[in-house]
């Protein structure tokens, strides 16, 4: 017998061959686990930036330019990825990107609210111009201004359901508990992952 088909034969090549195809495969998978993280990081920055722009815009220009926003994070990638980043971040900058993320979800929430209570508001004005027509046509100017003096007053005296101040209290509060994330540590190190030059 050949010596080349004896080598080929061997257990000695087959092991190689093994060993290799083995190797090949480890190399594949380390490869898109750090390609996926690396992505993961990416859309992570994305959101993170695109919040602290209009984060910035909102601070500038006031919460009124949040009244045609809708939201500050379409999507939220940091609870479907942050396992990903254990190995990275120290408690203080998972803690600092965890409150980024929970203090926009809270902001979300009121300017829905906010959205809801402007188109309430609007109906309501509609409604209150015709029932203050229907109540002039009906009475006397005079009998109208003390009936209406007289029902702002038990108005007044009522519990709202839903306070209408409300969404802009807790935009505004959390507003003030927002830091900036991709200044610090924890940005840094995202641009690192997501092979992206400061």
């Given at each position: 017998?050949?010596k080349?088909?004896?080598?080929?034969?061997?257990?000695?090549?087959?092991?190689?061959?093994?060993?290799?195809?083995?190797?090949?495969?480890?190399?594949?998978?380390?490869?898109?686990?750090?390609?996926?993280?690396?992505?993961?990081?990416?859309?992570?920055?994305?959101?993170?930036?695109?919040?602290?722009?209009?984060?910035?815009?909102?601070?500038?220009?006031?919460?009124?330019?949040?009244?045609?926003?809708?939201?500050?994070?379409?999507?939220?990638?940091?609870?479907?990825?942050?396992?990903?980043?254990?190995?990275?971040?120290?408690?203080?900058?998972?803690?600092?990107?965890?409150?980024?993320?929970?203090?926009?979800?809270?902001?979300?929430?009121?300017?829905?609210?906010?959205?809801?209570?402007?188109?309430?508001?609007?109906?309501?004005?509609?409604?209150?111009?015709?029932?203050?027509?229907?109540?002039?046509?009906?009475?006397?100017?005079?009998?109208?201004?003390?009936?209406?003096k007289?029902?702002?007053?038990?108005?007044?005296?009522?519990?709202?359901?839903?306070?209408?101040?409300?969404?802009?209290?807790?935009?505004?509060?959390?507003?003030?508990?927002?830091?900036?994330?991709?200044?610090?540590?924890v940005?840094?190190?995202?641009?690192?992952?997501?092979k992206?030059?400061?």
């Open positions: 017998m050949d080349t088909f004896l080598f080929f034969n061997s257990n000695f090549f087959i092991a190689l061959i093994t060993l290799l195809v083995g190797s090949f495969a480890i190399y594949l998978y380390i490869k898109q686990k750090r390609d996926y993280k690396r992505d993961a990081a990416n859309i992570i920055l994305m959101e993170i930036r695109y919040a602290e722009k209009t984060i910035n815009d909102m601070k500038i220009n006031g919460v009124v330019i949040s009244l045609n926003m809708e939201s500050l994070l379409p999507s939220n990638s940091w609870f479907k990825y942050n396992h990903l980043f254990i190995k990275n971040f120290d408690r203080d900058e998972l803690d600092l990107v965890n409150n980024f993320y929970n203090q926009c979800s809270i902001i979300d929430s009121a300017l829905i609210q906010l959205s809801v209570s402007k188109q309430i508001e609007q109906k309501s004005g509609f409604i209150q111009q015709g029932l203050i027509q229907i109540a002039k046509d009906a009475i006397s100017e005079a009998d109208y201004d003390n009936k209406v007289n029902f702002l007053k038990i108005i007044e005296k009522e519990p709202y359901v839903f306070p209408p101040g409300a969404p802009i209290k807790t935009i505004k509060k959390g507003l003030s508990n927002l830091a900036t994330v991709t200044t610090t540590t940005g840094s190190k995202l641009k690192r992952i997501a992206i030059a400061n």
